[in-house]
């Protein structure tokens, strides 16, 4: 049985990503390795990582209970927003695996979907490159907000030009979904898609915006 200080732990991992080379590099005492372990057993006691490990664990029932407080707050909350927005698409029935995509008038019929793609839409506008990965994934299952294949092609760009990946050297975990929909679009849409990505300015949501209409409260007993 995995502990949650191992799940809090492999969160770290995945959230942190930006550890530089040379600190890599250098010798690490013993006493850094008490400083660090007392660290994040204080940063366990956080409720900021609570939705985090429940969505790990697969509940993400709790868990948008617990990431929406935190998303709701606006500006420099994008984890949370995408992973409120992640849990609500699981709860709809999106499966993170290889199964086929769900038709569109089906999905965007569940409340629970709705409210996902709000989220995510919220921290793909602020700029957060994860989301901008899932809304780009979207779009290639015919399932984005819309149908515009220019929008579809400019979020792909963003994502691949975002400077915040860019400098923390995250993977390209969305290659897939990109190589999907560059294949779907012809290189003229894929082209406007580029110069639509340039004239792009992000839109940072206050916390009254964020908890606005749909993103008001956590809908997910009834997807």
Not at 3 to 25: D, E, H, K, M, P
Not at 48 to 59: P, T
Not at 176 to 201: S, V
Request: aromatic residues 10%.
């Amino acid at each position: 049985m995995v502990s949650r200080y191992q799940i809090f732990s492999i969160i770290c991992v995945i959230l942190v990503t930006g550890t530089s080379t040379s600190f890599a590099q250098s010798r690490v005492s013993s006493s850094d390795i008490v400083r660090q372990r007392y660290a994040e057993r204080e940063l366990l006691r956080n409720p900021y990582w609570d939705g985090f490990i429940l969505k790990y664990e697969g509940n993400c029932e709790d868990a948008t209970r617990k990431l929406y407080p935190i998303a709701a707050l606006g500006l420099g909350y994008e984890e949370a927003q995408t992973a409120l927005g992640e849990c609500f698409l699981s709860l709809a029935g999106l499966s993170d695996d290889q199964s086929p995509a769900p038709a569109r008038d089906v999905i965007f019929a569940k409340q629970a979907f709705q409210n996902g793609l709000d989220w995510i839409l919220v921290a793909a506008r602020s700029g957060g490159f994860k989301a901008q990965g899932v809304l780009v994934a979207l779009y290639a299952a015919d399932l984005g907000p819309d149908r515009d294949p220019v929008e579809a092609a400019k979020w792909a760009h963003l994502y691949l030009t975002n400077a915040t990946r860019l400098n923390l050297g995250a993977p390209v975990l969305a290659a897939g979904a990109i190589d999907a929909l560059e294949a779907q679009l012809d290189r003229e849409t894929w082209l406007a898609g580029k110069e639509r990505a340039r004239d792009w300015t992000p839109v940072f949501p206050s916390p009254s915006k964020s908890t606005s209409n749909s993103l008001k409260k956590p809908v997910t007993k009834k997807p």
